[in-house]
T-cell receptor
């Protein structure tokens, strides 16, 4: 099956700085890579995703890059704000039911 | 909010009891999924279903059971065989339509189960 590793587990940045979270996956057949943001006690919310036929995708302050050869993808958040503080999860999709395998999460703290 | 609901929000169970968590969606999604989340950890897949009356085990199915009698509903039963059931349980749904080869999953609000 698929295995997804995520780093770092915790990340603190000053407001206005950039944050980068990295994930690697094991199965080259995975074709869809979403990122979810989860605030304390709440449901995960999709913030951006990327398909395997695309190398980079950007949505305002958030961007995701994918390197299929190296089997890794990254989340980039620029101009961080306190409301960006949350746990972020990466995932990879594989299988006929397109089930997701999740990374272990990154606790991002944006310091004012 | 997203068309997928879970109940109850909080659930307390005595050891040795079975409990059933509800998950309903009105998004007309083919696939439904159950995940377990433990503090400080990621989501782990318990069971999933692609179609009515069919479901498959995920990575941590032992001690759990599911049914899919209707497209909209995918209840999860936590049985007494589950040794450490205290966790946050999340249900999700997604489309498997042919025109989309990718699957954006939408999550319910979750049920927090505590074993007393």
């Amino acid at each position: 099956g698929e295995n997804v590793e995520q780093h770092p587990s915790t990340l603190s940045v000053q407001e206005g700085d950039s944050a980068v979270i990295k994930c690697t996956y094991s199965d080259s057949a995975s074709n869809y890579f979403p990122w979810y943001k989860q605030e304390l006690g709440k449901r995960p919310q999709l913030i951006i995703d990327i398909r395997s036929n695309v190398g980079e995708k950007k949505d305002q302050r958030i961007a995701v890059t994918l390197n299929k050869t190296a089997k890794h993808f990254s989340l980039h958040i620029t101009e961080t704000q306190p409301e960006d503080s949350a746990v972020y999860f990466c995932a990879a999709s594989l299988g006929s039911a397109r089930q997701l395998t999740f990374g272990s999460g990154t606790q991002l703290t944006v310091l004012p | 909010d997203g068309g997928i609901t879970q109940s109850p929000k909080y659930l307390f169970r005595k050891e040795g009891q079975n409990v059933t968590l509800s998950c309903e969606q009105n998004l007309n999604h083919d696939a439904m999924y159950w995940y377990r989340q433990d503090p400080g950890q990621g989501l782990r897949l318990i069971y999933y279903s692609q179609i009515v009356n069919d479901f498959q085990k995920g990575d941590i199915a032992e001690g759990y059971s599911v049914s899919r009698e209707k497209k909209e509903s995918f209840p999860l039963t936590v049985t007494s065989a589950q040794k450490n059931p205290t966790a946050f349980y999340l249900c999700a749904s997604g489309t498997l339509q042919c025109e989309s080869s990718y699957n954006e999953q939408f999550f319910g609000p979750g049920t927090r189960l505590t074993v007393l």
